[in-house]
């Protein structure tokens, strides 16, 4: 996965330390490094990179429409949650991979307590592909990918 330039802090030592500052102030200032997160165009971009991608693979792979998903890629647009979620299939991520890239684009997690993501996570986990899972997705009568 793409590294990044910061002060690595596991993020439960981060949240302690957070709940034992007096001044959150001083804790922003000390932490400042270890709270930065890349744009989300620029984390796809050298995620492409670092798995030997290139981005128009991963758009048609994902089932966005072309010049969305460029405009996603140069970051002239924000995605969705849904949209998030199909470029994670068109990387073929894991589930790890795809809750990451979820969270560089500020997005909600995928959560097993809720159907849709229940089923999301099962296509992820098992290797199913986009198409698949969109019928998976229609079959238990769930909004579609991208329906939003």
Known sequence: MPQQNMRKIRTSNL??????????????G??????????????????CKEMGLVPERVIKQ???ERSYGHQLFNGIRKP???????????????????QKLLKIARK?????RIKRDAA?????????????AQNM????????LGGE
């Open 137 to 144: 997705l229609q079959d238990l009568g769930l909004t579609l």
């Open 80 to 98: 969705s949650r849904d949209k998030v979620i199909q470029l994670a299939f068109g990387f073929g991520l894991d589930v790890d991979g795809t």
């Open 15 to 28: 949240l302690q330390r957070l709940f034992k500052t007096s001044n959150l102030e001083t804790f922003m």
């Open 108 to 112: 909600n997690f995928l959560y097993p």
């Open 62 to 64: 994902s089932s966005i």
């Open 120 to 132: 999301v996570l099962y296509c992820i986990s098992h290797h199913i592909g986009v198409v698949e």
């Open 30 to 47: 000390k932490n400042e490094d270890a709270m930065q997160m890349p744009s989300f165009h620029t984390y796809i971009s050298e995620l």
